[in-house]
């Protein structure tokens, strides 16, 4: 059996435009942490997701992030196949999430890891 996707994040400039534009097209609840800029995204019957701020000089994104039993391990791996480690694995910020980290595939698509 394969690892499932746990969750996704997008990041965006305007998190407050982000979170009413994603609630009113989808129909999403946010709950937002206004410290950070930092919201859960609740989609109802799918995953859940976050959003995040975007960083400086980084473009914005969505990722899906993939629960594995070892995030460090599966970042080695990813390397060792041609993929990128942009995030090494390191605490998560959720509750929910000992570990996280992030890699790029070979394409260069974002895929997060996470680990319970």
Not at 53 to 74: C, H, I, L, Q, S
Not at 92 to 110: H, K, R, T, V
């Amino acid at each position: 059996m394969g690892f499932p996707v746990a969750r996704f994040e997008i990041t965006a400039v305007d998190t407050k435009g982000a979170r009413e534009f994603y609630g009113r097209l989808f129909g999403w609840k946010s709950v937002p942490h206004p410290a950070d800029g930092f919201a859960e995204l609740h989609t109802g019957d799918g995953i859940d997701g976050t959003l995040l701020p975007a960083e400086d000089g980084m473009p914005t994104f969505v990722a899906v992030y993939v629960e594995v039993d070892d995030v460090e391990r599966v970042m080695r791996n990813a390397e060792e196949l041609g993929g990128t480690i942009y995030v090494p694995a390191g605490p998560s910020m959720l509750a929910n999430e000992s570990c996280f980290g992030l890699i790029g595939d070979p394409e260069g698509n974002l895929i997060g890891l996470v680990q319970r």
